[in-house]
């Protein structure tokens, strides 16, 4: 019988369409993010948002997953994007997604903390004490999470400070704070008082209500 011949071959490595979800997601709670391969591959998917790393998970049944915190400042307020980088194995070859966009919703600033306000002293101009505002135990930036205003901030009384959510917060949380009257006997003013002499005389308020008890 002749010879039997060997013949031998190669078996490339299969190409993979890797694809990636990214479901929309509320700043301060968390998102999954989940990239799919063919079931029969194995290995590490690399996940990247904005282009920095956000971690790892290994193939299972043809996929990987990773859950993000939506809690730190790398995803701001609207579009973002991910993407995925598949390092291959024995059977499949290299690959990466193109960019999947997602939309971060703002957190409603209505269960932010707003310090107390120590109360304040009538000056005759709009009084606007600083104030520190928390989300939980995170202090927020003014100007980057939040803009103030102010209303009856003026007259002795109870004013209000509205603080309103910008970039990753939206709308708004009030606090109170109290507006006490000045005493007048401390103060510096002026009033004319007219004597028995009929002249009238610039005096400081608490000197004329002295000389007045005096009889003068």
């Known amino acids: 019988l002749p010879e039997a011949d060997t013949v031998k071959y190669?078996?490339?490595?299969?190409?993979?369409?890797?694809?990636l979800s990214a479901p929309d997601a509320d700043y301060g709670g968390s998102a999954t993010f989940t990239a799919t391969a063919p079931a029969t591959a194995t290995g590490a998917v690399i996940f990247f948002?904005?282009?920095t790393l956000l971690g790892q998970a290994n193939l299972?049944?043809?996929?990987?997953s990773i859950q993000y915190n939506m809690a730190g400042g790398l995803f701001a307020a609207g579009s973002n994007?991910?993407?995925?980088?598949?390092?291959?194995?024995n059977n499949y070859n290299a690959a990466a997604t193109a960019g999947t966009t997602f939309t971060l919703h703002p957190k409603s600033i209505s269960g932010a903390a707003i310090d107390a306000i120590s109360s304040q002293t009538f000056t005759g101009s709009p009084i606007t004490p600083a104030v520190t505002v928390?989300?939980?135990s995170a202090a927020l930036v003014s100007g980057t999470d939040y803009t103030v205003s102010y209303s009856n901030n003026t007259n002795a009384g109870t004013a209000a400070v509205t603080v309103t959510?910008?970039?990753?917060?939206?709308?708004t949380v009030q606090k109170s704070f109290t507006i006490a009257p000045k005493d007048v006997g401390s103060a510096n003013a002026e009033a004319s008082v007219v004597y028995s002499d009929t002249a009238a005389r610039t005096v400081s308020i608490a000197d004329a209500v002295k000389s007045l008890r005096a009889g003068s």
């Not at 190669?10 to 694809?19: F, S």
């Not at 994007?81 to 194995?89: K, Q």
């Not at 959510?165 to 709308?171: A, D, L, M, Q």
């Open 49 to 51: 948002g904005n282009g």
């Open 81 to 89: 994007t991910i993407t995925a980088e598949y390092a291959g194995d």
């Open 165 to 171: 959510g910008v970039g990753r917060y939206s709308g």
């Open 10 to 19: 190669t078996i490339d490595k299969a190409d993979v369409n890797l694809t």
């Open 60 to 64: 299972s049944g043809g996929s990987a």
């Open 134 to 136: 928390k989300d939980g």
